[in-house]
Antibody, heavy 120, light 108 residues
């Protein structure tokens, strides 16, 4: 059974760097293929894809946020880490991580999400 | 265009059929993916590929594609189908994802 869970600060100040961790189980990001993506959702608004990291360490980022995003993985801990620099109140959102099966173009398992508020 | 467009709000009478649409040029290349999201919950995958439902998704959900328009049809809508529905696709590079603005379905 695949599960994912996001963790990180609930509140960050403007200009700070956000670091979120996705801890997963039921699959491996070493040799089994697939990847973990990050998606966010501002309150009352639509989903927005942010980034993805694959088992072979290939990464892709949203073109509009690429300069601010970094995604890494710690396969020994079954974790994926997302950092976003220079946080702004418009970045207030629920941040989700989700599993992408090998060769698939959808996210089949999602974490519950974590709400991050950007405010001074 | 590089966007996916959805009607913000859709309604259906209980037990009737409703079609939720998603428009975008990229859908001529890739099949749309559909997610259901209920308030306070994470999205749930309900349709992918030409018309593939993940395990556990009722067969009243079906998908279709025509040109630049993808549709998610619910035949015999139930109260529990009331939710926001998002379409999604990869972009033309194949390396990035995009989401539509979402359609909020009300079951009357």
């Amino acid at each position: 059974q695949i599960t994912l869970k996001e963790s990180g600060p609930m509140l960050v100040k403007p200009t700070q760097t956000l670091t979120l961790t996705c801890t997963f189980s039921g699959f491996s990001l070493t040799s089994s293929g697939g990847g973990v993506g990050w998606i966010r959702q501002p309150p009352g608004k639509a989903l927005e894809w942010l980034a993805i990291i694959y088992w072979d360490d290939f990464k892709h980022y949203s073109p509009s946020l690429q300069s601010r995003l970094t995604v890494t993985k710690d396969s020994s801990k079954n974790q994926v880490i997302l950092t976003m620099t220079n946080m702004d109140p418009v970045d207030t959102a629920t941040y989700f991580c989700a599993h992408n099966d090998f060769g698939a173009y959808y996210f089949d398992y999602w974490g519950l999400g974590t709400l991050v508020t950007v405010s001074s | 265009s590089s966007e996916l467009t959805q009607d913000p709000a859709v309604s259906v009478a209980l037990g009737q059929t409703v079609r939720i649409t998603c428009q975008g040029d990229i859908l001529r290349t890739y099949y749309a993916i559909w997610y259901q999201q209920k308030p306070g919950q994470a999205p749930t995958l309900v349709m992918y590929g030409k018309h593939t439902r993940p395990s556990g998704i009722p067969d009243r959900f079906s998908g279709s594609n025509s040109g630049s328009t993808a549709s998610l049809t619910i035949t015999g809508a139930q109260a529990e189908d009331e939710a926001a529905y998002y379409c999604s696709s990869r972009d033309s590079s194949g390396n990035h994802w995009m989401f539509g603005g979402g359609s909020r379905l009300t079951v009357l």
